[in-house]
C-alpha cells in the first residue's frame, strides 16, 4: 500500500508599495521588531496560534456611522487585521487573545496574506483605495 504524504502549507507575504515603503523607510526599530514577530509566525503557522488577536475586519461594531460602506468594503478586499503588540500587549477584558493599540491591516489571499497599512485600532479605518489598488511585493521566505 501507497503511502500518503501530508501537504505542506506554504505561507506567503507581501507587502503593498505603501507598507513596504514605510516598513523600510519609517517604523521605529520596536515596531519593525513586532511585525517581524508576526511575519515569523505566519509563514510556519498561519494565522492560527498568534498571540494576537486576528479578525475579519467586516466585523465593524454597531456604533460606527458607516458601518455599511465599512463591512463592504472589508468583504470585498477580504480585509482583516491583526495585534502586534504595539505599543505594547493588553490583557483581554473579553476572549483569549492579547489585544493593542495598534493592527496591521491586510488582505487574506488564501494562504498569501498581504499587509497594507498599519493603523490605529479604535476607532478603526480601512486602507483608502489607492492602497488597496495598488501592487504588492511578495517576500522571499525565511
Do not use: C
Amino acid at each position: 500500500m501507497g503511502e500518503k504524504k501530508s501537504k505542506q502549507i506554504v505561507y506567503e507575504v507581501a507587502f503593498g508599495k505603501t507598507f513596504n515603503n514605510y516598513y523600510a523607510k519609517s517604523y521605529s526599530e520596536k515596531t519593525l521588531d513586532l511585525i517581524d514577530d508576526f511575519l515569523d509566525h505566519y509563514e510556519v503557522y498561519g494565522l492560527g496560534g498568534w498571540k494576537g488577536k486576528i479578525s475579519p475586519s467586516n466585523r465593524v461594531p454597531l456604533n460606527y456611522e458607516n458601518r455599511n460602506e465599512l463591512i463592504k468594503k472589508a468583504n470585498h478586499y477580504n480585509l482583516w487585521h491583526v495585534h502586534i503588540g504595539d505599543p505594547q500587549w493588553e490583557a483581554p477584558s473579553h476572549g483569549k487573545f492579547l489585544t493593542s493599540e495598534w493592527v496591521i491591516q491586510f488582505r487574506r489571499l488564501g494562504h498569501k496574506i498581504v499587509l497594507l497599512e498599519l493603523s490605529w485600532h479604535n476607532p478603526m479605518y480601512l486602507p483608502n483605495d489607492e492602497i488597496l489598488e495598488e501592487e504588492y511585493i511578495t517576500l522571499e521566505s525565511g
